[in-house]
Each structure stands twice: as structure tokens, then as C-alpha cells.
């Protein structure tokens, strides 16, 4: 059925990417699988806007079959014009799917007036079959932590969210010459893949509780860093055989085990990657650590290095009136 929308009005949403620390339960022994620890950042952003009027300029192909798939869910056939400003990177372990999913599920939703509820949007759009964080940043920015799936669970529940420290800075790896495992490959290595014991997968939850909170809270940045690190590495232990070794990237691998060697304990690689990333603790730092780069892989024209801050605000929904 067709809605009724005021002519005069069109909706924009931004939202942003996000970097996937890691699950700390691997193990499925407690009845529930995956949890994990995420946070919103700025240097990527998906930007959109929806008006009532048939498509004005062509649209890319995925993100229009999304806005079909949201009319479809909310059974009405409104024609829609969907132009998109900016996009995160696809396959690029940065949550662009879901962002894309819940922008245009928002912007659609506002625009026919429906009430905003990212959970069920997630749900609509097959999102958050295994991490909540891109539907936790969506709604509330800041470093989150979901409590993964349990047999009944639609998506995984926010457990935690806190404003990510302001001076702390990550320094981006991207690798444009490869995509991180994505599509059938992910759902086939997650089936595939063995359990983590569950003497390691307590450790984990141990430190999330006793280190990474804590120290995100009271802003002590080695304790955060060690973290990191830690969850990296028991996330590393268990994607290691699909993904042909610890990180996704053999150029990415290279330099994040160089900051390894100078001390650098907070760096590892957001979900399938292959993009990674290095925790300093400022702008500053992070900006001399990237100029470095720039300089010593000035050849490797495949190799981008980005610094971001965390972003803390939510998703921004802003209903606009069209001029004459």
C-alpha cells in the first residue's frame, strides 16, 4: 500500500563506521556465542537522503536492492528517491552493511513515518546475525559491548557503552588489493571453524571485566592498550586458519608486527579485515606514526593510513523541507 507523506520533506541520515574489536566467547559453552567489544569512529561515514518522488539519479544496485527489501518489510510500494553522499567502504571489516541497512531502514521509516527502532530494522535486514556493535554505535556511538546470541535472540543485546577517551587516537591500515572474507565464505568459516577451549574463552571475559571496562572508565591507556591486545589475539587464535594467518592482509601484518616490536600493544585488525589498526594515545602521535608510514610505503600505492578519533554521538536523523 501506498503511504501518505507530506510533498514538501526528505530525510537525511549519517551515520558511521565502526572498528570490531573482537568476540570473547568463542567457545558457545555458556549457552551463548559471540559478545563482543566495538567502537564508533569518525573517519568513515554513510550519509544518505530519502525524498517521496520516484529515483531521481542512479543508485548503486546494493544499496537500492536494501531500500526495496525495507519497503518490502514494511509491506508499501511509496516510490522513493535514496541518494547517498558517502559510503563506508564495503568488505573492509568497518561495518558498511550495516550501516546501510539501518540508514535506509531510518531514513525510510522517518520519512513514512514509523517509529525509529534500529533492532528491528537490524532484524529486517538479516543484521546482527553474530555482533550487535554496528547497531549499539548506530544508536548510542562510544565503545560498546554486546552479549552475543542465545537461542532466542533476534540481536544481540547492548550490555555496555561508554564514551570512548577523547585524546585517543587510532591509526588506520587499510589495504585496498583485497577484501576481508565476506558473503557465503564468512557463514561457511564460522561453520567450519573449531571452538576456542573454554579456559581461554574465561580469560577473556575475565580481562573485559577486570581490565578493558575498567580501564576505558578510569582513561588508562596501557591497561585499555593490553587489553586490546589480548582480545586480538584470542580472536587471532580462532580466524587464523580461514583467514591464511593472524591478520587477513600480508602488508597489514607486516606493519602492525612492527609496532608490536617498538612496544605498541593495543593494534590488531577490525572483524575479517583486512583493514587494521594501531591504538596511540593522542592525535599527535598518531599523525607522526602516520607520516612515517606514508613515507616508508610511498610505493605501495595498495596501503592508505588513516588516523581517527572514536565518535561518541549517535546516528543524526534530520527531516529537511524541500524548497519550491
Given at each position: 500500500?501506498?503511504?501518505?507523506?507530506?510533498?514538501?520533506?526528505?530525510?537525511?541520515?549519517?551515520?558511521?563506521?565502526?572498528?570490531?574489536?573482537?568476540?570473547?566467547?568463542?567457545?558457545?559453552?555458556?549457552?551463548?556465542?559471540?559478545?563482543?567489544?566495538?567502537?564508533a569512529i569518525d573517519a568513515y561515514q554513510t550519509a544518505l537522503t530519502l525524498s517521496a518522488q520516484p529515483q531521481q539519479t542512479p543508485v548503486d544496485p546494493w544499496a537500492s536492492s536494501i531500500l526495496q527489501q525495507h519497503l518490502k518489510f514494511l509491506e508499501k510500494d511509496t516510490p522513493l528517491d535514496l541518494n547517498i553522499q558517502q559510503a563506508i567502504p564495503r568488505h573492509?571489516?568497518?561495518?558498511?552493511?550495516?550501516?546501510?541497512?539501518?540508514?535506509?531502514?531510518?531514513?525510510?521509516?522517518?520519512?513514512?513515518?514509523?517509529?525509529?527502532?534500529?533492532?528491528?530494522?537490524?532484524?529486517?535486514?538479516?543484521?546482527?546475525?553474530?555482533?550487535?556493535?554496528?547497531?549499539?554505535?548506530?544508536?548510542?556511538?562510544?565503545?560498546?559491548?554486546?552479549?552475543?546470541?542465545?537461542?532466542?535472540?533476534?540481536?544481540?543485546?547492548?550490555?555496555?557503552?561508554?564514551?570512548?577517551?577523547?585524546?585517543?587516537?587510532?591509526?588506520?591500515?587499510?589495504?585496498?588489493?583485497?577484501?576481508?572474507?565476506?558473503?557465503?565464505?564468512?557463514?561457511?568459516?564460522?561453520?567450519?571453524?573449531?571452538?576456542?577451549?573454554?579456559?581461554?574463552?574465561?580469560?577473556?571475559?575475565?580481562?573485559?571485566?577486570?581490565?578493558?571496562?575498567?580501564?576505558?572508565?578510569?582513561?588508562?591507556?596501557?591497561?585499555?592498550?593490553?587489553?586490546?591486545?589480548?582480545?586480538?589475539?584470542?580472536?587471532?587464535?580462532?580466524?587464523?586458519?580461514?583467514?591464511?594467518?593472524?591478520?587477513?592482509?600480508?602488508?597489514?601484518?607486516?606493519?602492525?608486527?612492527?609496532?608490536?616490536?617498538?612496544?605498541?600493544?593495543?593494534?590488531?585488525?577490525?572483524?575479517?579485515?583486512?583493514?587494521?589498526?594501531?591504538?596511540?594515545?593522542?592525535?599527535?602521535?598518531?599523525?607522526?606514526?602516520?607520516?612515517?608510514?606514508?613515507?616508508?610505503?610511498?610505493?605501495?600505492?595498495?596501503?592508505?593510513?588513516?588516523?581517527?578519533?572514536?565518535?561518541?554521538?549517535?546516528?543524526?536523523?534530520?527531516?529537511?523541507?524541500?524548497?519550491?
Open positions: 500500500m501506498n503511504a501518505v507523506i507530506p510533498s514538501k520533506r526528505s530525510v537525511s541520515v549519517k551515520t558511521h563506521g565502526r572498528l570490531h574489536l573482537g568476540f570473547f566467547d568463542l567457545s558457545g559453552q555458556a549457552g551463548r556465542r559471540f559478545g563482543s567489544v566495538g567502537v573492509s571489516g568497518l561495518g558498511s552493511g550495516t550501516q546501510m541497512a539501518l540508514a535506509v531502514g531510518a531514513g525510510v521509516n522517518t520519512l513514512l513515518n514509523h517509529a525509529v527502532d534500529s533492532s528491528r530494522i537490524a532484524a529486517a535486514h538479516q543484521r546482527g546475525a553474530r555482533s550487535g556493535i554496528g547497531i549499539a554505535t548506530f544508536d548510542h556511538g562510544g565503545l560498546v559491548v554486546d552479549g552475543g546470541r542465545g537461542p532466542n535472540t533476534s540481536v544481540p543485546p547492548l550490555l555496555a557503552r561508554h564514551a570512548f577517551p577523547e585524546a585517543w587516537h587510532f591509526l588506520l591500515i587499510a589495504d585496498q588489493s583485497r577484501d576481508g572474507l565476506h558473503g557465503s565464505s564468512e557463514k561457511n568459516a564460522f561453520k567450519q571453524l573449531p571452538p576456542l577451549s573454554v579456559a581461554a574463552t574465561h580469560a577473556i571475559q575475565h580481562r573485559l571485566l577486570m581490565q578493558g571496562l575498567p580501564a576505558l572508565i578510569e582513561q588508562d591507556f596501557d591497561a585499555f592498550s593490553a587489553f586490546v591486545g589480548a582480545l586480538q589475539s584470542y580472536n587471532a587464535e580462532y580466524f587464523s586458519p580461514a583467514q591464511g594467518g593472524t591478520y587477513a592482509s600480508q602488508s597489514v601484518a607486516r606493519i602492525l608486527d612492527g609496532f608490536h616490536q617498538q612496544g605498541y600493544r593495543g593494534l590488531g585488525q577490525t572483524s575479517w579485515g583486512p583493514t587494521g589498526f594501531v591504538l596511540l594515545p593522542s592525535k599527535a602521535e598518531a599523525i607522526k606514526q602516520q607520516a612515517k608510514l606514508v613515507q616508508q610505503y610511498a610505493a605501495d600505492t595498495h596501503l592508505s593510513f588513516i588516523v581517527t578519533a572514536a565518535i561518541n554521538d549517535p546516528a543524526h536523523i534530520e527531516i529537511n523541507s524541500i524548497e519550491n
